[in-house]
Structure formats: structure tokens, C-alpha cells
């Protein structure tokens, strides 16, 4: 299946280098998952840490050599995005980790997936200068993924997870710059 988004622009290096270094920071993530189609809701809240990632710095060409890409230096930016997420109610811990993005014409190269350890590349296009849409696909699933800056202290995310053509969940994210 080819994804075609309607009435967007097209993503270039400077836009997406932009972009990146607006979303560099702390945040605060408070987020809902709803799964579908009986509607259980799941609330967590996360400390998220973004750094940018400048073309040929080590983390890119990491990412690229994981892609076997030809040369190690041809991400032209990227982020580092590391997590400690935790139940909202209780408190208790659900997971932490890091995962990297690299972009390269319209495709982000990710060292690792929402449900994978392995390397996955995204499509990504932007519907206006702040706000920025990925789709990923691998193992029968589909990831779409939009997350808007609103301002410089706000950031909105939302996720739909589709396996089989049909939703199995969709993610609603608040996030709000701390440092």
C-alpha cells in the first residue's frame, strides 16, 4: 500500500531541521490511550527528553550504518528522543527508553519502532510549518503520528494504530515544555 497525503506540503531538509530544533527540550507528556473498539482508556504520564541531532554526528551515522545506508553521513538531521513513562493513577513505572530519528528526503529513519526493537523508516510530510504527520508500517500495522507545536511551551501528539485495516487504538498526547 502507498500512502499519498492530500493538501500538504512537502517536507524539506531546512523544515524538518527547523522543526526539530523547535521541539529540543524537556517535556511533559500527559497522555491517553483509548483502545478500540470498546473504548478502555489507559492514562500515563512521561518525562521526555528531545536533543537535535546535527548531519554526521555520531548518533546519525549509528542510525544510518543500522539502515546499512551507503554513506554513514547522508542524514541530514535528526533527534534524540529519550522517555520515562508512568501510570498516571499509580505512579508506577512503564517503560523508558530512546529511539533516534534521522531524516533523508521525505523518509525519517528510526533505530527502533512503537512495536519493534528494529530499525523502521517513516514517511513524513508537514501540513503547515508546525505540524509534522509520520506514517510507518511494518508487521501488518500502520502507525500515523501528528504532532503540532503550538507556540513554544505546547505541543500536542496523536497516534492511530491500525492493524489489518481495522483501528486498534489511537493516542492522545499534552505536552508541555519544562525546560
Not at 34 to 42: F, Q, R, S
Not at 100 to 116: E, I, K, N, P
Amino acid at each position: 500500500m502507498t500512502f499519498q497525503p492530500s493538501l500538504t506540503t512537502t517536507a524539506g531538509d531546512s523544515q524538518i531541521a527547523e522543526f526539530f530544533q523547535q521541539s529540543a527540550g524537556e517535556w511533559r507528556s500527559e497522555r491517553r490511550y483509548y483502545t478500540l473498539p470498546d473504548g478502555e482508556t489507559k492514562e500515563m504520564v512521561s518525562q521526555i527528553q528531545v536533543r537535535f541531532l546535527s548531519q554526521g554526528c555520531d548518533e546519525l551515522r549509528h542510525l544510518a550504518r543500522l539502515h546499512k545506508l551507503e554513506d554513514d553521513t547522508c542524514l541530514t538531521c535528526g533527534t534524540e528522543v529519550v522517555w520515562n513513562s508512568a501510570e498516571a493513577l499509580s505512579g508506577r513505572t512503564q517503560s523508558r527508553g530512546s529511539t533516534l530519528f534521522g531524516a533523508m528526503g521525505s523518509l525519517l529513519y528510526r533505530d527502533r519502532g512503537f512495536a519493534t526493537t528494529k530499525p523502521v523508516t517513516a514517511l513524513y510530510y508537514f501540513t503547515n510549518p508546525q505540524t509534522l504527520c509520520l506514517r510507518t508500517e511494518y508487521k501488518g500495522s500502520s502507525f500515523e503520528e501528528e504532532i503540532k507545536l503550538i507556540g513554544q511551551l505546547y505541543r500536542t501528539r496523536q497516534t492511530i494504530i491500525t492493524r489489518e485495516g481495522e483501528q486498534q487504538m489511537i493516542g492522545q498526547y499534552l505536552e508541555k515544555r519544562i525546560v
